[in-house]
């Protein structure tokens, strides 16, 4: 059996850290290590999440020197990984029991090397407010327009490794990795529903202005698109992002 690596970041989410590492211990796959880095980089955090590590043997807490945020302390946990594949959960975030085992066996029988899934949207109190279905492929183009893509969804064969890395971006730092993938790599939906996403309002990708602001450093910077065509897909993007919103909470 493929071991899974589980990479989470951790900041200020000890009210739901318990519950996500618990749908983690849960899953019907049982070949996997949870990294769990630690990026609010306090004492009580440290004591907090050392009594979880005592939950399973499978834990490791990565505590780092400074806050970096959660791309890079993603890219930390990417380093420390030992897994044939990489799978990434939000610390706020919950699986379903079967989601590792589902997804990983359909990557082996149709050799995808990059997936992601359908996705729950639940509140502060985990009540199902909303949801998103994917589509089955999405091209360079089509993520262009709209990134499509839950990140704790999102399962990555370590082939692959070498070209996963998270820029440093307050918001929108995994819309530009699966931009730099989807261009090389086939990205394939699953259309089932393994995850629930936690939507909070005080949260930085709740920020209106700092999406806008990372949006357009991903086409400007990133995408090395000019100024005007930066600002053009900025305006796009928010857009889809509206249209996007109606689906997930109307449908």
């Known amino acids: 059996m ?16 318990e519950s996500c590492v618990k749908s983690i211990l849960d899953q019907t796959y049982k070949n996997f290590e949870i990294l769990i880095i630690n990026d609010e980089c306090t004492t009580d955090s440290n004591f907090f999440l050392r009594k979880i590590s005592f939950l399973d043997k499978r834990i490791k807490i990565i505590n780092n020197k400074k806050n970096f945020g959660a791309g890079i302390s993603r890219n930390i946990g990417i380093s420390k990984s030992k897994g044939n594949f990489l799978a990434f959960i939000d610390a706020d975030d919950i699986w379903k029991k079967s989601k590792l ?3 990983i066996n359909l990557m082996i029988k149709n050799n995808y090397l990059f997936t992601h899934t359908n996705y729950y949207i639940i509140n502060e109190s985990d009540k199902k407010i909303g949801k998103y279905k994917v589509n089955k492929y999405l091209n360079y183009k089509d993520l262009l327009k709209s990134c499509d893509i ?5 399962v990555i064969n370590s082939n692959i490794k070498s070209e996963i890395k998270f820029p440093n971006l307050k918001t929108k730092e995994d819309y530009v990795l699966w931009l730099r993938l989807c ?18 309002n005080n949260s930085l990708s709740s920020s209106v202005l700092r999406k806008i602001i990372d949006s357009f450093i991903v086409y400007y910077k990133y995408e090395r698109f000019s100024f005007l065509k930066s600002l053009f897909f900025v305006i796009n993007l ?12 109307f449908i």
């Open 183 to 200: 261009k090389k790599y086939k990205l394939v939906g699953i259309n089932k529903f393994y995850t629930n996403w936690r939507k909070l």
């Open 238 to 249: 928010s857009f889809f992002a509206v249209k996007k919103k109606y689906k997930q909470y």
């Open 150 to 154: 839950g990140l704790s969804t999102v």
């Open 101 to 103: 085992k589902s997804q």
């Open 2 to 17: 493929n071991l899974v690596s589980i990479i989470v970041p951790y900041f200020k989410k000890s009210n739901y850290i």
